[in-house]
């Protein structure tokens, strides 16, 4: 596998989550977050967005502690990476705060939300 392989299964990913198929949409992740280690390896950039971006399969079948082990990692990465105030990682900070809600992990979403107000201008660096 490759970075083109693992992101052409992001895109594929993607669009199957957007056309409600949620249940293969997490496959197609799964199998992306299986390759991407060797492909491009956990510390590039496009690791933690594909990372996040799985996390949503996960929230939207309700399984909040696997969107919780992504999306921690995947924000300490975004931030590190991009900055705090780059679109992705305000996604994956907002992402987040809403895993930590439904959790009632409310002190831990009101900090990220303090971190991440949504009413911010975000800038792409």
Known sequence: ??????????IKAMALFHAG????????WDEALVLAPTAMGTSHPNYAVILA???????????????????E???????????PMHPRTREAALMLAETYDRLGM???ASQLRR???????PTAQ
């Open 115 to 121: 971190e991440f107000p949504e009413e911010a201008e």
């Open 1 to 10: 596998p490759n970075r083109d392989t693992v992101a052409l299964r992001n």
């Open 106 to 108: 409310q002190s831990e």
């Open 21 to 28: 198929r949620i249940p293969d949409a997490k496959r197609v």
């Open 73 to 83: 990692p995947a924000l300490a990465a975004l931030r590190g990476k991009q900055g």
């Open 53 to 71: 971006s799985a996390a949503n399969a996960d929230l939207a079948l309700g399984d909040l502690q696997a969107a919780r082990r992504k999306l």
